[in-house]
Nanobody, 124 residues
Framework: QVQLVESGGGLVQAGGSLRVSCVAS????????LGWFRQAPGKEREFVAV????????NYADSVKGRFTISRDSAKNTVYLQMNSLKPEDTAVYYC?????????????????WGQGTQVTVSS
């Protein structure tokens, strides 16, 4: 199982930008699709974005489409989530996850490895 460590969370004003990162280690990272999920207080964890093993294909939740961009750097075993035009409702703990899949999974059950999460807070 690959290990995942997120970083880059913080406090930002509405309309601002933030980039969170996730470094993967402990296995052949190239065989994993990498995704981001988030969990707001009192709410269930939800899918945000996923990038394919080769970094070419991506998929996004409707709520972030056009504002967030997921990408991966294979040389650094790192996946990024660039978040622009942030809204207060984007406030959540953001989790990185890895799925051993050739597809673009969106369900939590498809992801076997999870990071510890990083807090993103958007003030109004």
């Amino acid at each position: 199982q690959v290990q995942l460590v997120e970083s880059g969370g913080g406090l930002v004003q509405a309309g601002g930008s933030l980039r969170v990162s996730c470094v993967a280690s402990g296995g052949p990272v190239s065989i994993y699709a990498l995704g981001w999920f988030r969990q707001a207080p009192g709410k269930e964890r939800e899918f945000v974005a996923v990038v394919s093993r080769d970094g070419i294909r991506t998929n996004y939740a409707d709520s972030v489409k056009g504002r967030f961009t997921i990408s991966r750097d294979s040389a650094k075993n790192t996946v990024y989530l660039q978040m622009n035009s942030l809204k207060p409702e984007d406030t959540a703990v953001y989790y990185c996850a890895a799925a051993r899949s050739m597809l673009l999974p969106r369900r939590m059950a498809d992801f076997a490895s999870w990071g510890q999460g990083t807090q993103v807070t958007v003030s109004s």
